[in-house]
């Protein structure tokens, strides 16, 4: 049987329930010319994994991981049956498939979870019999069975999991940029398209807050040999960038507001927190620049999650911004999410220009 394509859908993809059927459309296309059936991992609409976790905390304002795990994840599992509907309205082959039956095999934490096994039968037989195998991002299970998330944002993280799964060599990730710009195209100007990134360049981007992709998504695809194919979420799908082995080198500047500096009383306190929280699957990065770890991305209840695993409480120093010179960051801290911006921009403003294309030899 040929590879079946694998393709993401960012939330960014679902702003209206028109966008569903929009893209039903396109995918009904691209069916009918490649004649080959297709992986298609979608986030829940913008907004509605939050939603869900509000919600959970009028119930419980401290709930634990397995109820926070369980309850999120159906955000993306009603994107996932949005999207079918529109495809079965069109006539086509499709079918769901969650986190407990696409052979993607986690450890036991609920939260964070990290990927232990990757089977590939399950998705193989579905895509004998369907046309479209829809996937709900970021859900998995553990060894028994039970539903586990691999966190927030992590739908970038099930797509390559199942590119992987179906022995592709790339995946599609579609968001609402075309690529990876030398900083957020949203928040600072004059940002440059970044049409090559390495793997390791790609990583540290992600390590340190960039919101594109998911920081494990880059190294499972490194592991597998995939290339990931940052594509534009409608019509006409331009390709921006390809993340692969190699890559053209230039630098970028990332600022995430929802990532903190937390600074703590010696060194060895800040290398023991950032222990833990590496333990726990937290995205955080301990920084050469004092007793300072940098808390990527937010999302995280620090407060209780302090509590429970007996942490000292970091004071927080502001938020970082990171010039990333291939695999090379430095960051820096502001103090509020205005400083932070006027720093990033600032530092883009000086990296060094990329370098000028080769010329072109004419033959003669
Ligand atoms: N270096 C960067 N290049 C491109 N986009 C970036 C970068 N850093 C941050 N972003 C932001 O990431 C957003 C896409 O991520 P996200 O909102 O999670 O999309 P999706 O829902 O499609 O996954 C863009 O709209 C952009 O504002
Ligand atoms: N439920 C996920 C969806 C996701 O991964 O979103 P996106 O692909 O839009 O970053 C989340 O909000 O974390």
Same mark, same amino acid.
């Given at each position: 049987?040929?590879?079946?394509?694998?393709?993401?859908?960012?939330?960014s993809?679902?702003?209206?329930?028109?966008?569903?059927?929009?893209?039903?459309?396109?995918?009904?296309?691209r069916?009918?010319?490649?004649?080959?059936?297709?992986?298609?991992v979608?986030?829940?609409?913008?907004?509605?994994?939050?939603?869900?976790?509000?919600?959970?905390?009028?119930?419980?304002?401290?709930?634990?991981?397995? =109820?926070?795990?369980? /309850?999120?994840?159906?955000?993306?599992?009603?994107? !996932?049956?949005? #999207? %079918? &509907? +529109?495809?079965?309205?069109?006539?086509?082959?499709?079918?769901?498939?969650?986190?407990?039956?696409?052979?993607?095999?986690?450890?036991?934490t609920?939260?964070?979870?990290?990927?232990?096994?990757?089977?590939?039968?399950?998705?193989?037989?579905?895509?004998?019999?369907?046309?479209?195998?829809?996937?709900?991002?970021?859900?998995?299970?553990?060894?028994?069975? =039970?539903?586990?998330? /691999?966190g927030?944002?992590?739908?970038?993280?099930? !797509?390559?999991? #199942? %590119? &992987? +799964?179906?022995?592709?060599?790339?995946?599609?990730?579609?968001?609402?940029?075309?690529?990876?710009?030398?900083?957020?195209?949203?928040?600072v100007?004059?940002?440059?398209?970044?049409?090559?990134?390495?793997y390791?360049?790609?990583?540290?981007?992600?390590?340190?807050?960039?919101?594109?992709?998911?920081?494990?998504?880059?190294?499972?695809?490194?592991?597998?040999?995939?290339?990931?194919?940052?594509?534009?979420n409608?019509?006409?799908?331009?390709t921006?960038t390809?993340?692969?082995?190699?890559?053209?080198?230039?630098?970028?500047?990332?600022?995430?507001?929802?990532?903190?500096?937390?600074?703590?009383?010696?060194?060895?306190?800040?290398?023991?927190?950032?222990?833990?929280?590496?333990?726990?699957?937290?995205?955080?990065?301990?920084?050469?620049?004092?007793?300072?770890?940098?808390?990527?991305?937010?999302?995280?209840?620090?407060?209780?999650?302090?509590?429970?695993?007996?942490?000292?409480?970091?004071?927080v120093?502001g938020?970082?911004?990171?010039?990333?010179?291939?695999?090379?960051p430095?960051?820096?801290?502001?103090?509020?999410?205005?400083?932070?911006?006027?720093?990033?921009?600032?530092?883009?403003?000086?990296?060094?220009?990329?370098?000028?294309?080769?010329?072109?030899?004419?033959?003669?």
């Amino acid at each position: 049987m040929t590879t079946a394509s694998v393709l993401k859908f960012g939330g960014s993809s679902f702003r209206t329930p028109e966008a569903y059927g929009q893209l039903a459309q396109a995918l009904g296309l691209r069916l009918d010319q490649e004649q080959r059936p297709m992986v298609v991992v979608v986030s829940a609409m913008p907004g509605e994994t939050e939603q869900f976790r509000e919600r959970l905390r009028e119930v419980d304002p401290h709930p634990a991981d397995d =109820r926070v795990a369980g /309850l999120l994840t159906l955000a993306d599992t009603v994107g !996932a049956h949005l #999207l %079918a &509907a +529109a495809l079965h309205r069109l006539g086509r082959k499709v079918t769901v498939m969650a986190g407990h039956q696409i052979g993607v095999t986690t450890d036991r934490t609920a939260m964070w979870a990290r990927i232990d096994d990757i089977d590939p039968e399950p998705m193989a037989r579905a895509l004998g019999e369907y046309e479209v195998v829809i996937v709900p991002g970021g859900q998995a299970a553990d060894d028994l069975g =039970r539903p586990t998330w /691999l966190g927030k944002n992590s739908s970038d993280l099930s !797509a390559v999991a #199942l %590119a &992987a +799964a179906v022995g592709a060599d790339r995946c599609e990730i579609h968001s609402d940029v075309d690529g990876i710009y030398s900083s957020d195209p949203n928040r600072v100007e004059g940002t440059r398209l970044m049409r090559s990134v390495s793997y390791d360049a790609a990583a540290m981007m992600s390590l340190y807050g960039a919101k594109v992709l998911h920081r494990r998504s880059i190294q499972l695809a490194r592991r597998h040999g995939i290339s990931i194919v940052c594509r534009l979420n409608r019509a006409p799908f331009t390709t921006g960038t390809v993340i692969g082995a190699v890559g053209a080198g230039e630098s970028a500047v990332v600022l995430n507001d929802r990532s903190l500096v937390l600074e703590y009383a010696s060194d060895a306190e800040a290398d023991h927190v950032h222990s833990v929280f590496h333990a726990e699957g937290v995205d955080s990065v301990r920084l050469a620049t004092g007793a300072q770890v940098a808390v990527i991305g937010g999302y995280l209840d620090l407060a209780e999650f302090q509590r429970r695993n007996r942490l000292p409480d970091g004071q927080v120093r502001g938020i970082p911004v990171t010039e990333v010179h291939g695999a090379h960051p430095i960051t820096h801290v502001a103090p509020d999410v205005d400083a932070a911006e006027r720093l990033a921009q600032s530092l883009h403003d000086a990296l060094p220009a990329p370098a000028q294309a080769a010329p072109t030899l004419v033959a003669v």
